[in-house]
Every structure is written in structure tokens, then in C-alpha cells.
């Protein structure tokens, strides 16, 4: 059995899988955990990031307005199922030039030595990576943003490797983007960043065409024996439009822009009519991870059409296995 | 108290708000209203306008039939939920030049003076504002087009401003129209219209995103103490495609083109899977209002998905408040 | 009461048509009779044909596997209702240079002579008619690509006429094609193809608008005492994505290039959560059909949402009738 | 011969035609009359309008900037030849809601009755037509606009038929508008508008293909005793981008939404290296003709390339023969 | 030294190339060898074909008329740089349902055993491709379409190949294709087309990016003691539009579907005004070639900017050196 | 009179501006300075860079090959006129993982410190900024890519501002960009690289529509005592393609991201044949300039149409007056 680096997490949600099982993921039975009206003014709380904090959890929710402005909020939770989430955006600390909202979005939360980096795409004259950092969830302190335009979806990794900290991130441009691939970043210091490196990219054609218009990162990395372990959103482009699933890939440890493995098959894609009905039709987009290194149970929030929020479980096993038995050459 | 100045409406179609209030507007429990198959050749029965009439209720209904030719068809209730319509479209009278038919979609009514006058977005070399009178929902005398191509949503006042009929429209092109704003425009006689306004436009950006792509007029405007009430929609373009919402503002009662206010959020949005599933998904597109001025009662006609009719409720105070405390500066 | 030209099949998969009836086509009470879950690795199971077989049924299917693959896989059933899918594709014997797999799909199956040949769209250096032959679906040979790129829907006829083979097909593009009209070819031997005529194209405008954008054949003509009953695909394209439906043509029965009928209103429409919801919503697309000489009885089988695979119901007394009440000029 | 109704011109610019004449009009020999650089900060000047003024020549002209900001300016001519361009844009007064500058560009002048009337392609909300008059090119009234956007290309009868003013113009839409057909619309006022009728559209398919794009109107129409004469552009869409020709139709005097007849062949097209070459390549564009009554000669304005502004000569009776000898059924 | 396998032409139109050589081919310097005004009604005379044709030279000539409809036309020339070309296009008898005309472009001109076969690109329902024999030039005998639409530039060969007439043609869609491939087809009887075989592509990427966006064939095939002589045109997409250029490879002389050799360099590239500048600016399009076994030369026709037609020198030792110079690995 | 901080080079190419002066820059009268046959293999030889070396001058230049592969090439020149470019590619040394060649263009050559870096647009999973150094120009350093794809124009600063290096650049996408801002970053290696700031960006609307579509770093940035002269190209999109002109704004000297003044007007646009016509029509694209400190000349070498490659001059003086008298606010 593969093992989880990383802490335990008895709490984990966590439901059994079913006993006919057609992916490696599987949905919680009460999903959304998170409905489109979750606080007083959203339209949708969707592709949002909770993390352990306090023997409960919190989180950074991307809650889109009635007036559909994109912000990110503070939340919490006592199972990890059951979210109060705040019915005001989190206002950030910093050099005014810097906090100066635009848009913000599909926030990530990484716990790194001492404190909580949140992650998010930032509206500065187009779409880039924002980074705060928060030891209580209560204050936020703005950084500059981590790159230039225009780049979505930037995840650090959990831990500095070879004394630097690392993320991925997907490069983007102004509108919706029809390419997409992911690159590794790294930085002394989290302002100044360099060595970009391709990691993986979108798959053309039709070996793995759910992956095939583009991919960018989701949750923060999850590190195992066995390597980096990432769990990442692909899009297919169809005669009617995106469908967003979610895919698996493992990265060497020390040097994270080896590809070890790469599923073939998505690990879960849009079925139900949660995710293939609301604002953005047939869309699955993972934001978060929660681990529990004695079990290697994972449960994995992503967003539902844009407009709710999901739960789902997987173990370690379970996806190291797919990856083994439907290899992406 | 804000006060519709009209008349009272004691049979109006009407439903208390539920407990859980998540927009000013609520929608009729067992809507929709109208379904689909709501004549014998029906496709979809959706962007249609109704009025009082002889104590029970007219329209005038969009029907696209199973070739999927759009027309315009009467129908009659007595309650305004429960709709006879015809099976075959609507004949007019008048110069064979004018009244010779390429399609025909997205009535509104107006009473004005003595006489019911139907606009509608009418095909002539493009789409352009059609209008015709009827007193008795029997006879239909058609009358000059309005507008130059290329115009939808042609929607008059229901009663001369200074001495001058007025209306509302949004210029257009030949397809899909990927922009759209609200003019005003004048005319001594509904022949001749000049003194065109801009009223308002999309707002592009975040502040008010689903309004960001096109904006459209909705049912006749509704006169109140305070100014005209607009209740229009309002297209986000995602990914997937546009999302059709509901919002409403508030025009000058002598200088409409002056915007009063406007509510930063939508005031209701496609959520339920009628108006999420269909020929066009994520459509709602306001087309008639009824109100009742004794108790500020307004009754909304809009169109689902492109595909079925619904039903939904406010009053004056729901909307006016509304666009104070969510003022779009 | 025309009449169907061909065997009996008193076991055809069969109900009666609901009180309230739409259309000349009605679904299956149980649809789909295939989920997108019908093998192990599929994603979904749509566009298929199935044939009657050694007294029950046996059928090609499209099944795009969960890496959204495109293939197509044997599959048999007792009832025509009940599929047991194979999990693997069909391998084809023949010059390998021929048998090279770049993607299959959307397969029809036509039984001439002593043989079932299986056509379908074929990956070779783009989309084009890939043809095989087999007794007993067990072995099956392919043969040259009958066509250049770009080519969809390629449909032969059940015998030859005049001596020649015939086969339907649609002239394509490299992607999501814009266009489509339907073309006929004949050929002396199944390899050289010639003598291509237009038969009937897409049909701009309002007046049969769902059916606008682009139109491809279905199922196998169907012979009657009247004609070839052809079943067709037909496109509108609107402001949210294309919409695919079911329409019904009759060609000549020796010069089958000539269209004595056709459908205005189309047979059947994506009306259902299972046909409107999916990896591509509002699509049904029929590929196979099932006739009964002996009581006019035909049971279609047709892709939804390109996800599941449902089945309907009509007569060719229906169909017929259809043509005659909304002839499309 | 066909006689031009209007004044004598005797000092009317002209050279007569080149020995080998391969189309109804010919270029002056010293060609382009005016240069990108005619005044202080212009980038190009083209689509300018010239009338007959005081003995000399007066104009209003399109000069781009050096920013290339659109806007009209005043010029003087003795000659029709050479030209002084004033360095400052026209100052126009009036109400300054109607008066502000967005942008201004392709303008036509008018005389009726006792003045000259200025129409332009006028920035409101897009653009539509503006109109100001003047006595002396010295004061600019400028009234309201005449139509509601999107609209170019609006070009006044130099007198009331049947009491009214009559005027071309060429719907349109926000950008590089790929449509575009010839309406005429009337007004008791020159301030409201009505009674729109389609006059003459863009002819798809290969027939005139020169005019498959889109066509719209460009020096005032010629009234002659035949009809009036219409010199406008139409434009063919080749794979490197639209080709503008010059083409010529005759309307009926009294009915002038009725085509008497129209050339199958373009009259003047991009041929020379200043048509040929600069900001658009391959534009063609008239935008105003002189005539003299006396001998039927016919000296156009055009616009080259976006950049210089050019000559040709014609006479009444070369269009007429055209038209006759390649007429579009 | 390699030999072309073919007649001796004595009097082939010849310059020896200049002192400074960039290319392969070198142009006639006194290009462009026919003019836009060639006959009566051209707006332009480009992609066209030339024999030798009893001891002078016939052609068919691709004239647009100024209406700029595209139609083929006889012409004729002692010295194969003098051209008389006929006013009038072409009248081709056969069948009425065959030779009505939608329009016609492109021609190659193939002798074969005893008379000419003239290929082009006919519309019939879309592009496809059209075909007539001719044994005086005076007398063109159409037959059926050799393929389905859509395709464009269909080239024979000027021999059977192991018993079988073959063709190059390059599949095509309705518009200004974004793509293009070349393919071979072989037919017993010139009627019946199969064993489609992919020939060589556009090759995306840097390393040969004149070709990247779609090729096609050009002239005649030349048949050499080292193989087939292809002389084809290659397209790159730029900012601003397609350049075509023209490329050369070797095919395999007895199965022509396989490339011994293929030039990473173009040929020939627009460069000159009469190439730079025109309706279409810069394009290179070859469509015919003259050769004389004595000498090896190579005279080729190729249109200009869709406008003129130009000359162009070569020979095949120049050829096939450098494909070897310049592999296209 | 405005200083240049910077050298003495009194060998700097010039002539004296012509009489009458369109324009603040004024073209060298034997332009173009390098045709697009300059070395053996090169189609085009444009966007490249110029720098005093030894007594006279080396560069680096974008000479795109017969089989239009872009690649950057060495040459040298005693006056800065007459150029020997190399007929092969820089070979560049270093890690082999970051010399690996997709493509290379447009580069720029800055002297900082000790040594020559050359930076361009540089092939790496997309378009980012590759980096090298040189002290002699024959052996060149390639260091990792500056920063993630998508990026375009990478232009350093030639001196560190407060202990850091900085750089603009431009954002793009993997296509025909139609966006484009530039953005400052700094660094204190030249490899990791962070605080991004937007510096100026297109200027949309009329009133400086040269630069409406996207505008992009041009030669170094010039010192002068009143700021950082930037010379940069501003794209308009026309119906017929993208126009590209030359511009000129002002940096502040310690916060380089505050625009002190910038330049309503081009400096320079495409005018002359060479400009207008070629692979890529209508396009001015600077890369480079020689100063005098001395005089204040200005010498610049700017892409012509993406093939040949011209000379400009101008003084400081020049375009700092020139930036006051047409000031974009």
C-alpha cells in the first residue's frame, strides 16, 4: 500500500465506496454539500479550497454574487460537510496598490511551515495567480501577485523542495481559453520566480480526448512514497461546448516536472444533474484535497457546473492503481 | 409605500413569497404555466406577452412549431394561469406588402388609448420591430414596421410622454448578437420615429457580469410614483454559452432616457430545471408584467430554456427596494 | 396501408403509442435501454445499429471509453431491449495499412446478400466511411475506406439498384462541421465509387429551421411499396450550441436521388432529461431501426446527448401520414 | 440621350476616356487628387464628399489623424483638383448632448433647397447617422440623429419626393460589419423617420459575386430622367480579406425603393497600386459626383485604399448602357 | 542528369536564369504574361492551364468577369507567352443535369492516350471535382463529377498506373478552407473512384511553415526516370492572411501514393508587386507546367495574387537538387 | 535641449530630416537597409537588433527561412548600413534542456555591465523569452527562459534601477495575439524573476486607435535625463488586418512603471512600398536603436512587412517634443 506524507486526519469525511463502482472516485450521496445559496447574496459557491484547521476546517470559497462578481469568502465547518460560510468577501492587508480587488477566484489553500497561502486567480489587468497568507483565517496579508499575466490556477506545493518553493500553474490569456497546459514554477522567497519547466500538457487527439483541449492543476499537490500526487481538471471540446472532468497524474518527488504516471481516464466526470445543469453545463473542477495519512483516504471538493460545490472520496490505492491500469503512454 | 399608477387588478395570478426569499422575484409553485405542447403543433410555447381582457385574461403567444417556424398565436385564460391557445398563428390585415410574413417572434402588448398594439421582432430582410392594434384579440390590423433592421425587442410606453409615443428597443444584427444596449426613440404618429436616446447598456466588467454581454428590454414599462419601472434581461456569455437573467431598473417618468436606478444584481436568475433545460438552456426572458395597483402586485410572464412558459411574482416595493440596497453606481 | 418490403420480425421490441402522442415517434417507456455504464470502460453508449440476429439481436456500438475514446464494440441481445456490450472493441482482419484504427464511430450495420457490412466514420488522416464486412459477428474484415476524407454517415441501401450498390453519406469538414447536406453515390463493387448526386440539403431560413444548419442519414433506408423511408438527423444551430432531431424523408424507389416527400416538423425532438442533459446536450441521433413487414412496425435506435442510447417507436403508416399532413415544399 | 436633372457644372473636373476603356468610368491621370498628407496631422484622407460652391468647390472630408482619430474637416477647391484642407476639425453647434464627439467619419453633403446638409457615419453608442447643415462651410448646425444605431452610410435625395425627405442608408453593426443591404427610409421632417423599405441587398453566389458581401450607398443619388442613379460600394469577401468595388443601379423617380435596373459588373474596381495598397488594401470607396446637366458628365470622389482620395470620370449615359448591356437579372 | 519522360517541346517558352538566383525557379521577366484584361468582360486571369496543341499552344483560362464570376475560357498562343483568349466561356455538352453551371475555376488541362481532359473545380452543391474531354478545343464533352463534394484541385495523372487512371486532389469544405491535405484516388473508367490513399500533408509547426496551414497540387504531374514531379502550392496562416507559395516533391512512380522526396523550402514565394499586390495579395499558385524531355526544362504558368497570370523557368535537375538540398525529413 | 545618458557614437548612421517632415522619425532614403535575400537561405530578414561593437556594429537578426523557419543569425556591419549576416543559425550553448530549439525570432540585443544579452521570443511549449549572453558574438550562453510562456518582446532595461534587473515585456497567447499590454517585471539575478507591474496598455477607442488593438516593446529603452524613452509598436485592426505603427512614451527614471508622457500620435506608420507590401502587409515593427549622447541622434532599425528591414531616424528632442505637442492623456 502507497502512503500519504503528511498528517492524520481521523475526521476526514468519508463515505464508503458503492458496490458498483465505475470510477475510482466516487460522489458523496448528499452532494452538493454546498447549494448555489449558501450565503445571503451568492448566486453560486463553487470551485473553493478547505483545509484542517483547529480539529474543524476552514476554508476560501469563490461565491459569485447575484450580480455574478466573482470574490472569494472565509468559511467553516465542524465535519468538513456542514459549511457556514461568511456572507462578506475577505478583505486583504497589504500595499493598497496591490489589494486592489478587480475580480477574485478558484482560491487553493496551502498550509506551508507556519501558515495558510491562499491562492486564487486575480483580476490585474487580466487574470493572474494573487497569494495572501492568513495564520488565523480571520486576517489576510496580500503578497505581490506571483506572475504576469495571463495565468490561471497557481498551486503550491506543500513543502519547499531543494530549499525552493514550487507551483504549478496554467498559463492562460484574456477570454476563455481554448489551450491550456501545465508548467512548474520555482522561487527563493515567493516574490521573485524562475526555472519555469512544462510539465504535462492537453492531449490531442484520440487516445485520452477528455484531456484533449486543455488541463490545469487542482488541489494542492499530495505527496506520497510514491511521488507527487496530482489531481488535475482536463476539458474536452464538444459541438456544444467544454466538459470539464478530473484526472490523476504522479510527479517525481524531487524533481516535480517528471511525469511518473498519467491516467488515460478521467477519474470522474460530469453525470449527474448537478454537474451537468446549472450556470456552466458539464463541469467538474477539483479545487481541494483532505488527506488522512493512516488511511490514504482523500476527499476531494470540486466544483459542480459553477454553481454548487461537491464532495467526493478516493484513496491513495485506488488512484495509483488506475494510473497503473489505464497508463497514458 | 411605492404605488403603481394604473389599474387594480383584484383577480391577478398571485402567490405569497415562500419563506426562504433568495431574489425580489419568486416563482409560481407549479410553474411552468405553459408547457411545451400547449397547442397542436407546438415545439415550445415561451417569449409571450399577456393582458387583461374582459375580466379574464389575452395574449399573445410565441409559438415555435414542430418545423420550428416561429409565429405568434392568441390564447385566452380566465385566470392567467390556465391558457386556451390556437392552433394557428395569427392572420393580419392590411397592406399585403407589409403584412407578408418571413417569422415572427418575442410579442409584447401594450394598451394604449382604446386599443391593444402588439410589437414583435418581425422578419423583413432581418429582424425589425413589427406592430399591429386589435381591440377584441380577433382582428389584427398590422401596421408599418417601426425600425430600420436590425432590431429585437421593441417594447412602447403605455401611454404618450409629452405628447409623444415612446418605446424602447435594442438595436441588433443579422445572428446571435453578441452586443446589446437599450435606446428610446419618439414619434408623433408610430409612424415616424426620430430623437433616439441611449438609455442604457451592458456593463461589462465584474461589478455586474450578468448584464456584461447584452441587455434587452422586457414587458411594457410600469408606471409608478417613483418612475418607470424596466424589467428587462440581461446575458452573461460563459464558456458554455449566454445565461439569460432577469433585472429591472427605474426610468425619469417625463425624460425616460434617464436611469433612476438599477439593481446590481439580477432579480432572478435559471435555476430550477425548466429554465436549465430545453432548446436553450439558462434562459429566462421576461416578456409581460401584470399589476395591480391597489396592492402593488406585479404578476411576470417569461419565457424558460426557450421551450416553456413561467410564472413569477413581486411587487413594486420587492423591485424598488431591491435596487437599493444592490444600487449598480 | 403501405407496406414495408421485407422480412417479418414478430419479436420487434414494441409499444403502443401513449393517448397523448406529439409526434409520429414515440419513446420507450423505459429509456435509455442502454446506460453510458453498459461495459466497463465506457464512458457513454450512443450512436449505435442493431440488427436482427439468429432470432434475437446483435448490434455495433459506439462506445467512447472513459479516456474518450471513440470505438465500436459487438454487442447481442435476446429482446433487442437487454445488451450485453462486449468490454473490448472490435478487432478487424484485413491489410493492416487498412486496419490501422486512428477512431471509430458512429457505425450502421446493413445486411445485403449473405452479409452484414458495418460502415462508420472512420479516422484517416480526418473523418471518412470505413466499411467491414461479417457473418456472424465474430470475425469481422475490413475493407478499403469507401470515400476521401471528409466524410460522416455513410449509409448503404439493402440491395443493390440497377445493379449497383448505393449508399447515402454526408460530405463533412475537420471539426464540428457547419454544414451538411446529403449526398448519393453508387458503385459497381464497393470499392470505386461515382455518379454522385445531391438528394436533399439543409434547409436555410424559418421555415423548417430545426433542420437548418445541417442534415445526415440515419438509419438503413427502410424499402416500401412507396418509396425508401430515409430517417435523418437534422441541425439548428442556436444561440447556445446546436440542437439534433429526427426527420423522416421518402426518395424514389429506382432513382433514389429524387425526394417525393419530406417532413416540415421534424419526428422527434430532445425533449426528455436523458436526451437534454449529457456530455452533449439536445442530441438524438438515430443510427439503426428495426421493421416488423408483416404489421408496418418500426422500433428506432437513437443516440441522446451523446450519452445514452434510447429507443421509439412508429409505423410506417405514421410516418408516411406525417409527410402528407406538414409536407415541406 | 439620358439628361441629367440638375444645374450646369461647366467647370465640372474632366478628362475624357483613355483609348482602351475596360470599364464605364476611368481614372484621372493624375491620380490620387489628394494625398495622405493634404493637411498638418493627417494619416489619410479618402472618404470625402465635394460639391459645388460659390464658382469653386467646397467639401467635407475624412481626415484620419496621426492617432488615427476619425473626423470630418472643411476644404476648399477652385478646381475640383486641389484641395486646402482646413488642419482643425468642423466645430459644429448645437445642443451639446447631440454635439459631442465620439468620432465622425465618411461624411456626403446635399444641397436642398437653401442649404447644404452634412450626413456622416456619427459615433453614438456605435455608430449611426448624424446630420448638421450649413450656408457658408464656415457654421455647422448639427441636428439629432437621424437613426437609431448601428447604421453608416446615410445619403439624402436632393429633394422631397412626395413631400417628404427621402434618404439610403445601410444598417449595420458594432464592428467590421460582415452584412450589409441598401434601405430607404422617409421623414416629414428630416427629424422622425418611418417607412423603411428594403431597396437593394448584397447578391450571394457567384453571379456578382463583386457584391456577395454587402452593399451601401455613396454620392447623393444622380436624379436623372430615367431614374435615379446610384453609385455605391459592394464588397466581396476573398480569403485574405473584403475586396470594395464600385457598382451602379437606377431607381424608380417616384417609388425609389423600386430597382429599374442594377450592373451585373462592377463599374470601377481596386486595380491601381494607391487602391491597391496602404491602411486597407483594395477599398474602392464613392463618396460623392459631380454633374453637369449640359454634357451628362459625371466626376466621382473615392476613397483609395482607406488612405489617398481619388478621381474618375463618367458620363449618364456609360452607366446606363452599362446596366443595359450587363444587367443583374 | 535526370530525364522527364515525355515529348521533346523545342520551342517551350525559356530564359535562362539570372546571374543572382534565390530560387530554383526563376521568373520571366517580362511577367506577368497575361494581364487582367486579357479578353472583353476579365477582372481577372489567373489559375489556368496550357498544352502543346498542334505545334502552338492551347490553354483553358480561369477569367473572372468583372461581375467577378468565375468561369473557364479557350485561348490560344504560338510562342505560349502571347495569348488570344476567348470573350466567351466555355459551352460543354452532355448531360443537361451535369453541365448546368453553378461556377467553375482552377482547370488543369491532362492529355491521356488521345485526347485532353480538362479537371476544375465545379460547383455543384459545394466545390467538387468537374470533368471534360476535348480533342479539338473547340468541342468539350463533360462528364459526370468525379468525386463528392467538397473538394478542390483535382489533377490527373498522364498515364494509367498499373491499368488505373489516377488523380491528386486536395478534399476541401464550403469555405476559405482552414485546412487542406493531398490524396490520391484510382478509378477503372473515370467514373468510379475508390482506394483513397493519403498522399502528404501540410506540415504544421516552424520547420517548414510556408506549407503549415493547407497544400494542394498543382501542374500535371511530371513523370521522371526518379519519379513523379509534383509541383504544388503550400499556405501559411499570417497576421495578416494566407501566403501561398509554391513547394515540389517526388512521388514513387509506380505507387504514387508514396513520397520519395519533398522540398522544406519553397520554390517560389510572392515577392514581386504583381504577386504582392492584387485580389488576393500573395499568392502563388501554379497550375500548369511545360516540359521538353531534350533539355529537362520546366515552364511554369501560376496565378498571381488572383489576378494575373506569371512564368516561371525551371528544370528538373534545378528540382531535384534541391529536395535534396533541403529535405523535408 | 533633452540629454541622452549614454555614449558618445559618432559614426552613428544618419541623414538629415527631408524638407517636409510628415513625422517626428524620418526614413533613411535608401531604405530598405537589408533585403530579404541577405543570406543564402533567408526568405526575410526583419525584426532584428543592431549594436555598437569593436568600431562598428554587430547584430543580431530574425532572418526567416526559405522554408519560413524563424531563427536569429550574427552579422556585422562597418556603417550600421551595409550588413554581412551569417547563413547559419546562432548555435547557442548551455543546458541542453533549455537550447533545444522549437523556433526563435524577433530578438533584441542589450549591453549590460560587461557583456551583451540577447533576448527573444523563444519556442518553449508556446512563445516565451529566451535568454542569452555574448562578449564576442561568436560564443552565446543560453541561460533559462525568463519567464512563462506566453510571452512575446522581452526587452531588458540596459542598466540595474535600484540593485535590480528590469524588463518589459509583452503577455500574449499562443496564436495571432489580439490583446497585448506591457507589463514591467524586476529581478536580482536574471533568473528568478517577480514584482510585475502593468506599465501601459492598448488605448481602445478613437482617440488613439494606431494602438487600439495591442501594443509591445520595441529597442532597449533609451536613457535620457527626463526619462526612459520607450519606442514601441501599436497594432489597429482593420477589416483588411492588423496595421502596425511605431510609437514613443516616457518612463519615469526610478519607477519605470509610471508613464510620464506618451504619444497620441505614431512616430512612424506604414507608408512607403516596402512597409505596405510584403509577407506580411502594412507592418513597422522596431527592434533596435543606435544613440549618439552627443547629438541626440537616434538611429532605429524597425521590420518592414515582416521581410526586409529599415532605417529610421530622429533625436530625442524630436520625440520628446512630439510626446508634448500631441500628449495622450
Not at 487527439?205 to 490545469?216: F, L, P, V
Not at 467544454?242 to 466526470?269: C, N, T
Not at 461537491?310 to 488506475?322: E, I, K, M, Q, W
Request: charged content about 20%.
Amino acid at each position: 500500500m502507497a502512503k500519504i506524507i503528511g498528517s492524520a486526519l481521523p475526521n476526514i469525511p468519508w463515505q464508503n465506496p458503492p458496490e458498483q463502482l465505475h470510477n475510482p472516485v466516487w460522489r458523496y450521496d448528499q452532494n452538493p454539500v454546498i447549494s448555489r445559496h449558501a450565503n445571503k447574496i451568492s448566486n453560486s459557491v463553487f470551485n473553493s479550497a478547505v483545509v484542517p484547521f483547529k480539529g474543524g476546517y476552514a476554508g476560501v470559497f469563490r461565491c459569485d454574487s447575484k450580480a455574478v462578481s466573482m470574490d472569494i469568502y472565509v468559511g467553516f465547518s465542524n465535519n468538513g460537510i456542514d459549511f457556514t460560510i461568511s456572507d462578506t468577501p475577505i478583505i486583504f492587508e497589504g500595499d493598497p496598490y496591490i489589494t486592489k480587488r478587480e475580480y477574485r477566484y478558484d482560491p487553493r489553500v496551502c498550509f506551508i511551515d507556519d501558515r495558510y497561502y491562499i491562492t486564487w486567480c486575480n483580476g490585474y489587468h487580466g487574470p493572474t495567480i494573487g497569494i495572501a497568507w492568513t495564520k488565523d483565517f480571520k486576517a489576510f496579508h496580500q503578497m505581490e501577485n506571483l506572475l504576469l499575466p495571463y495565468n490561471r490556477n497557481g498551486v503550491l506545493f506543500p513543502r519547499k523542495i531543494d530549499g525552493k518553493f514550487m507551483m504549478l500553474s496554467r498559463p492562460s490569456d484574456t477570454g476563455h481559453t481554448p489551450f491550456g497546459d501545465i508548467f512548474i514554477s520555482e522561487s527563493p522567497d515567493l516574490t521573485y520566480w524562475g526555472k519555469h519547466r512544462f510539465v504535462m500538457g492537453a492531449y490531442p487527439g484520440d487516445q485520452s480526448a477528455w484531456q484533449s483541449k486543455k488541463i490545469g492543476p487542482g488541489p494542492i499537490q499530495i505527496e506520497t512514497d510514491e511521488g507527487w500526487l496530482v489531481i488535475y481538471h482536463g476539458v474536452i471540446n464538444t459541438c456544444n461546448g467544454f466538459v470539464y472532468s478530473m484526472g490523476v497524474a504522479l510527479l517525481d518527488l524531487e524533481q516535480p516536472w517528471k511525469v511518473l504516471a498519467r491516467s488515460r481516464h478521467y477519474i470522474l466526470g460530469p453525470e449527474t444533474s448537478y454537474e451537468c445543469m446549472g450556470d456552466v453545463p458539464n463541469v467538474i473542477f477539483p479545487c481541494a484535497a483532505l488527506t488522512d495519512s493512516e488511511t490514504g483516504r482523500i476527499a476531494i471538493y470540486y466544483g459542480c457546473a459553477d454553481t454548487v460545490t461537491g464532495l467526493a472520496f478516493t484513496t491513495v490505492d485506488h488512484l495509483l492503481n488506475y494510473m497503473k491500469e489505464y497508463p497514458l503512454v
